[in-house]
C-alpha cells in the first residue's frame, strides 16, 4: 500500500460524458502528478501540481483539467470524453522530485 | 523531442536466471532517470533513481547502471523469481525552472517461468 487512494476504483461512462476523478496523496506530500495508460501503452505524464499550484504540464487534452485543494487532494476532471480516453488513470504523490508514488489507479471505460 | 527507448520489448526467462533490461533516452538537459515496476492493473512501485553523477544503485535484487554521455541505463536483475514478472519502466526526468517534466519508456515486459 503506497499510501495514495484513488477513487472510484471503476467508471464505466458514455462518450460525451464528464467525469471527475480523486486522489488523495500520502500524509506530508505537497506534489501531485496525473497519468493516463492506455492498454498496453506506457504511462503518459499529463500533470504536476505542487501545493496547490500548477508546477509542470505533460501530454495534457485541453478536454482535461486538473486542480489540488488546500486540503492537498487533486482531482482530474475529464469532459466531452472520447472512446480513445479509455485507460487506467494514475495519482502519484510525492514530497521531493525524487521518489514517486503511485496509487492504484482508476479504470475508465468509455462506451 | 525528448525519448526514452527500451528494449526489449518482451523477455522470458527462467526462474533463477539474471537478465538485464535496457534504456536509451534523449531527454536533456537531464534530471535523474528511475526504474519503475509496474504489476498488471496496478501503479509503479519505484525501484531506482540516479542522478548524474551516479553510475550504479542497487536494491535487493535488483542494480541499475547509468552512463549519462551516452544516456543509456542498464536494470540487472540477478536471481529471478516467479514475482519479478511485471512491466519495468524507465523513466527520464528532464530538469525545468518549474517542476520536472518526466518522460516514460513503453516498458519491458518481463515474465519468470518455472
Known amino acids: 500500500d503506497s499510501g495514495v487512494t484513488q477513487t472510484p476504483k471503476h467508471l464505466i461512462t458514455a462518450t460525451g460524458q464528464r467525469v471527475t476523478l480523486r486522489c488523495s496523496p500520502r500524509s506530508g506530500d505537497l506534489s501531485v502528478y496525473w497519468y493516463q495508460q492506455s492498454l498496453d501503452q506506457g504511462l503518459q505524464f499529463l500533470i504536476q501540481y505542487y501545493n496547490g499550484e500548477e508546477r509542470a504540464k505533460g501530454n495534457i487534452l485541453e478536454r482535461f483539467s486538473a486542480q489540488q485543494f488546500p486540503d492537498l487532494h487533486s482531482e482530474l476532471n475529464l469532459s466531452s470524453l472520447e472512446l480513445g480516453d479509455s485507460a487506467l488513470y494514475f495519482c502519484?504523490?510525492?514530497?521531493?522530485?525524487?521518489?514517486?508514488?503511485f496509487g492504484p489507479g482508476t479504470r475508465l471505460t468509455v462506451l | 523531442k525528448n525519448q526514452v527507448e527500451q528494449s526489449p520489448q518482451s523477455l522470458i526467462i527462467l526462474e533463477g536466471k539474471n537478465c538485464t533490461l535496457q534504456?536509451?533516452?534523449?531527454?536533456?538537459?537531464?534530471?535523474?532517470l528511475r526504474w519503475y515496476k509496474q504489476d498488471t492493473g496496478r501503479g509503479p512501485v519505484s525501484l531506482t533513481i540516479m542522478t548524474f553523477s551516479e553510475n550504479t544503485k542497487s536494491n535487493g535484487r535488483y542494480t541499475a547502471t547509468l552512463d549519462a554521455d551516452t544516456k543509456q541505463s542498464s536494470l540487472h536483475i540477478t536471481a529471478s523469481q516467479l514475482s519479478d514478472s511485471a512491466s519495468y519502466i524507465c523513466?527520464?526526468?528532464?530538469?525545468?525552472?518549474?517542476?520536472?517534466?518526466?518522460?516514460f519508456g513503453t516498458g519491458t515486459q518481463l515474465k519468470v517461468e518455472l
Open positions: 534504456c536509451n533516452y534523449t531527454v536533456s538537459p537531464f534530471s535523474n
Open positions: 523513466v527520464v526526468s528532464e530538469k525545468t525552472g518549474g517542476g520536472n517534466k518526466l518522460t
Open positions: 502519484a504523490s510525492s514530497t521531493s522530485t525524487d521518489t514517486q508514488y
